[in-house]
C-alpha cells in the first residue's frame, strides 16, 4: 500500500518542481517595474549647479530621470550620466526632458563643482546638492541608500544606490529606468512619457 502512494507523491513533486523551474526561467528575464502606486519621491528643496534653488515642482511638465551620485565616483556615475546623454541623444534636442544627477556627498560636491562636472554630459542633465540635512530627507524620500566610507580627509568614497528613477511629467515616480539596453531601445521607452 505504501509502495503505490510512493510514486504518485513522487510524480507531484517533480510536477511542482517543473513548474517553478518554467516560471523562473520565462520571468527571469522580464525586467521589472515598480507600480506607479510605490512611495518613491516627494517633496525636496535643493539647489541646482548654478547656485539656484530647486524643488520637486520643478520636475513638472517633463518626464525627468533622477540618478544619485557623486563627483568623486570613479566609475558607475560618469557612466550612467554618459548613457543618460546617449538616450537624450538619441531623442533629440527638441524632446523636453530632463536629469537631476542629485549628490549624495554634499560636503565635497559644490554647485561650481557640480556645474563643471556635468558640462561634460548633455545639457539637459541638472546637477543637484545642498545642506546635508536637505540631502539626507532627499534620499530618505527616494528611498536611496548611501553611506560613506573610510578615508583620510577628502581621500573617501560614497557607497550608494545607482537605479536611475523615472519622474512623469506630474512629478510622480513612474518606474525604474532600464539603462541596461541599446541608447535606441532606452529612447523608445521613454517616448511614452514626453
Known amino acids: 500500500m505504501q509502495r503505490r502512494l510512493i510514486v504518485p ?4 513533486v517533480l510536477g511542482v518542481l517543473m513548474l517553478g523551474a518554467t516560471a523562473f526561467f520565462t520571468l527571469r528575464d522580464r525586467s ?12 525636496f ?8 534653488a530647486i524643488t520637486h515642482r520643478d520636475l513638472e511638465g ?3 530621470l533622477i540618478f544619485f551620485g557623486f563627483t568623486h565616483c570613479p566609475d558607475v556615475c560618469p557612466t550612467t550620466l554618459m548613457e543618460i546623454s546617449k538616450v537624450f541623444e538619441v531623442l533629440g534636442p527638441q524632446a523636453k526632458v530632463a536629469a537631476l544627477f542629485m549628490s549624495v556627498d554634499p560636503e565635497r560636491d559644490t554647485p561650481a563643482l557640480l556645474k563643471d562636472y556635468v558640462s561634460n554630459f548633455d545639457s539637459r542633465i541638472i546637477g543637484v546638492t545642498g545642506p546635508r540635512e536637505s540631502v539626507d530627507a532627499t534620499l530618505k524620500t527616494f528611498r536611496v541608500f548611501a553611506r560613506r566610507t573610510k578615508g583620510e580627509g577628502d581621500s573617501y568614497s560614497v557607497d550608494h544606490s545607482s537605479l536611475v528613477y523615472l519622474m512623469d511629467k506630474q512629478g510622480r515616480f513612474a518606474t525604474a529606468f532600464n539603462l541596461q539596453q541599446s541608447p535606441e531601445q532606452a529612447a523608445r521607452a521613454l517616448r511614452p512619457y514626453l
Open 45 to 52: 528643496a535643493l539647489i541646482d549647479h548654478n547656485g539656484k
Open 9 to 12: 507523491i513522487v510524480c507531484l
Open 32 to 43: 521589472v517595474s515598480v507600480p506607479v502606486t510605490a512611495t518613491i519621491g516627494g517633496p
Open 62 to 64: 517633463r518626464p525627468t
